[in-house]
């Protein structure tokens, strides 16, 4: 390993999260002239920025730029941590580095990502969940698994927090269990900054998470590179390997190193890791950036190859098959007491009205019973993130109208496939302001419902519903006024073909002005999709609801191969429906 010339010396700053609370953050510029690659750190659980000043001096990389952040509640980022979830600091990790990419003049194809144990979790979360174009990812013992020594403690923690609520628990790992270097054991015990309670509802998050991104690895396509104590009494073992076989990164590598405890860039022997690392990101730098092209993923690949084993009817006597029917029996007799159910079995799953209702969301049935029915359904997982997915819209277009406002364009919206338009016409009641607004839709019965609520809004100046299909290009590419919003929620991901998103998008490219912006949605994971597709039929022909994910990294392709340049995103939870925001860009 070269020797290391000189400690560089950390810079402090702080930036502002997606909530408006300032993290903390270090630095450590480039020694020679101005940088134009950059290394983020993401720290383990319970640390800081402040610790990894080893990590920086043992990678020796003076021309590139280096980066820590204090992560929320930890450090120096004392934001109050009471409302904080895993979703949120995830998004922390996306606005740290466009923080980064923005404000110091770098590419995010040249920034590398370098996350230990629970900031490994975020970081993979990240990649897997919003798709950046990041050059690199490098993992030291990500904390996919937390080894509870106590039997039964996650199911214990998992009903503590349903009957209490949130609660904080103290870490039981010692220093001496994190690494044999003694200096370093010493530090960690008289370090002010140290956290050891950590939230029960985030250390519930880091499993779920973990699990669903280990099940879903194939979507990630950076570059990897994984390095695994050999002697971790931390995390387990298991399920980094299982996650490192079905990562779909074309350069991937991993490393095992024996007898290390669960620091592993801060053992006695790191230079072992960081050497592997140093040069992993050396070889990544030196190559131009890989993204492997994703746009006949409908026609080959691993959600092809899922999409198909669920059109395919099961064994005739498998349990599965079983289970299946009994659950189809009793949606059907749900929907005799159930209004949502009923809803859904009459006009589809899938249907505009059956997302209308979803977003009212008031339990409604034939007696109390039929009531709860509906309650439960209405709280099933998929449609909580559809009801996240509509706040996320709105959040969208209250900031990028505002955008536009600010900088005195005319506000257009449009939305090609509306459904009953109910997110429109609340963000209209809430004080977005437009100068018009089109919406249309495929079905007659959406556009006679919304054309009622216009009039009785008294929005006929302001606002008109026509029908026509989001899937035309030309029909898209026609309408009047150029919008400079556009919307499509909920659509692409009802159709498992990307040829008529490709037409679509390219109408919407077609019809918008250079530097509008493009609100539109995905459904890069589902936990429920084999239930759905077994038991629910869908609007256009009371078949079977079968959908084909999109990995984001596929449905942002889609986009950007349009003319559309992304610029931002929000997602729920448990990562099941994004929404993003792109722009217009000149042809």
């Not at 053992?267 to 990544?284: I, N, Q, T, V």
Request: proline share 4%; aromatic share 8%; with cysteine.
């Amino acid at each position: 390993m070269v020797d290391v010339i000189t400690t560089r010396i950390a810079t402090e700053h702080c930036f502002r999260a997606e909530d408006g609370a300032e993290l903390f953050y270090r630095q450590w510029p480039v020694l020679l002239r101005r940088a134009k690659q950059a290394v983020i750190l993401f720290h383990r659980g319970h640390e800081h920025s402040g610790r990894l000043q080893d990590v920086v001096d043992g990678l020796d990389l003076p021309h590139v730029a280096m980066f820590a952040w204090d992560a929320r509640g930890h450090g120096r980022s004392t934001t109050d941590g009471s409302s904080v979830t895993l979703g949120t600091l995830v998004k922390d990790v996306d606005t740290f580095v466009h923080h980064v990419s923005s404000t110091y003049g770098i590419d995010i194809e040249h920034i590398a990502i370098l996350g230990q144990s629970v900031g490994g979790v975020l970081a993979v979360a990240w990649a897997h969940d919003y798709a950046p174009k990041i050059r690199c990812l490098v993992l030291a013992t990500p904390a996919f698994e937390v080894k509870l020594y106590v039997p039964l403690a996650r199911l214990a923690l998992q009903l503590a927090h349903r009957l209490f609520g949130d609660f904080h628990i103290n870490s039981y790992v010692r220093a001496k269990a994190l690494t044999h270097d003694r200096e370093r054991v010493d530090s960690y015990e008289s370090d002010p900054l140290i956290r050891r309670p950590i939230p029960v509802k985030i250390l519930l998050a880091l499993y779920s998470t973990a699990e669903r991104v280990i099940a879903d690895a194939q979507a990630i396509q950076t570059p990897v590179q994984l390095l695994i104590s050999g002697a971790d009494f931390v995390v387990r073992q298991k399920p980094q390997h299982e996650f490192y076989a079905r990562l779909g990164s074309r350069v991937k590598e991993q490393h095992v190193f024996d007898g290390f405890y669960h620091d592993t860039l801060g053992e006695k022997d790191r230079r072992l890791p960081l050497e592997k690392a140093r040069g992993f990101l050396l070889k990544m730098f030196a190559q131009d950036p890989i993204e492997p092209s994703l746009l006949a993923s409908d026609e080959i690949g691993p959600t092809k190859d899922e999409f198909d084993a669920l059109t395919r009817p099961l064994p005739l006597l498998s349990l599965k098959r079983l289970r299946f029917a009994v659950m189809k029996l009793g949606i059907r007799v749900g929907g005799l007491l159930s209004d949502g159910i009923r809803l859904g079995i009459d006009t589809g799953f899938d249907s505009g009205s059956t997302l209308d209702y979803v977003y009212r969301n008031r339990a409604s049935g034939i007696t109390p019973l039929g009531k709860f029915i509906d309650w439960f359904y209405l709280n099933s997982a998929g449609w909580r993130a559809i009801r996240v997915r509509k706040q996320h819209i709105e959040q969208f277009l209250a900031r990028y109208v505002e955008f536009l406002r600010k900088h005195g364009r005319e506000v257009r919206i449009a939305d090609i496939a509306a459904g009953q338009a109910r997110y429109i016409f609340e963000a209209l009641e809430d004080g977005v302001k437009a100068d018009s607004i089109l919406l249309r839709d495929y079905s007659a019965e959406n556009v006679r419902r919304g054309q009622t609520c216009i009039k009785k809004r008294g929005l006929e100046a302001i606002v008109r519903f026509e029908q026509g299909d989001a899937f035309d290009a030309a029909s898209i590419a026609g309408v009047s006024p150029r919008p400079t919003l556009c919307v499509v929620s909920g659509l692409y991901e009802l159709f498992p073909d990307n040829g008529p998103v490709r037409d679509s998008l390219r109408g919407l490219a077609d019809a918008m002005e250079p530097g509008g912006y493009l609100i539109y949605t995905n459904q890069p994971w589902h936990p429920q999709l084999e239930m759905i597709a077994r038991t629910l039929s869908r609007h256009r022909d009371h078949k079977p609801w079968v959908m084909r994910r999109r990995t984001q990294a596929e449905m942002d392709q889609l986009v950007e191969a349009a003319g559309f340049r992304k610029l931002d995103q929000l997602t729920d939870e448990r990562g099941i429906f994004t929404v993003s925001v792109a722009e217009r860009v000149r042809a």
